[in-house]
């Protein structure tokens, strides 16, 4: 059982910046991968990130939208997924939820066997 807790959310005028982290305890934290979702009010629960750990390598994957503006990393000595955002904008306002998924890095949510609480970002423009 893993259990995750994001923290790093607030309040941020557009072309700002946020890091964002999850830490996690409980499971073998290299061994999952870990990704980042986002919901905004109205709207489906979508993908943002996503990285594994070869042993060797990350591999890292980024929906459209946030590529080159977001970069997500991890540090398995600390248990802990970052997700750096850069150049912020107004459609970045959302819920942002990690999730760690004992299958492998994907875009698909139902993936993901774990989940953190949450926490909310607006950009204000």
């Known amino acids: 059982q893993v259990q995750l807790g994001e923290s790093g959310g607030g309040l941020v005028q557009a072309g700002g910046s946020l890091r964002l982290s999850c830490a996690a305890s409980?499971?073998?934290?290299?061994?999952?991968?870990l990704g980042w979702f986002r919901q905004a009010p109205g709207k489906e629960r979508e993908f943002v990130a996503t990285?594994?750990?070869?042993?060797?390598?990350?591999?890292?994957d980024y929906a459209s939208s946030v590529k080159d503006r977001f970069t997500i990393s991890r540090d398995n000595a600390k248990n802990t997924v970052y997700l750096q955002m850069n150049s912020l904008k107004p459609e970045d306002t959302a819920v942002y939820h990690c999730a760690a998924s004992s299958l492998r890095r994907s875009r698909n949510q139902y993936e993901y066997n774990y989940w953190g609480q949450g926490t909310q970002v607006t950009v204000s423009s």
């Open positions: 409980g499971g073998t934290f290299s061994s999952y991968a």
């Open positions: 990285i594994s750990w070869s042993g060797t390598v990350f591999y890292a």
